[in-house]
């Protein structure tokens, strides 16, 4: 019989599989006022882990920002310190595309 230590080892192999299928897109767009914000789209969404890496990317940047409708949205241009953040967060660097 499995124990509950097997099962997060399973989900946890779970989830790095899909850090290497997922295929992120960083950009940058001008919003209101002229200003420029990051827009990283293709994270995945499932239980929290969407914000987790918005709180992450926001600390390691120290900028304000926002994770909904399946984006993290930072103020300012950050887009080649985001891919390094998310590298070391364990996203494949092949899969991250920056624009």
């Known amino acids: 019989m499995a124990s509950i230590d097997d099962d997060v080892d399973f989900k946890d192999y779970l989830q790095d599989l899909d850090k290497d299928q997922v295929r992120i897109i960083i950009r940058v767009e001008t919003r209101r006022f002229r200003k420029p914000t990051t827009i ?11 914000e987790k890496v918005s709180h992450e990317l926001k600390k390691k940047l120290a900028t304000g920002g926002t994770a909904k409708d399946g984006l993290v949205i930072l103020q300012g241009d950050h887009r080649e310190p985001a891919k390094e953040i998310l590298v070391k967060l364990g996203y494949s660097a092949s899969n991250i595309e920056v624009q």
């Open 40 to 50: 990283i789209s293709g994270l995945p969404n499932e239980r929290g882990s969407l």
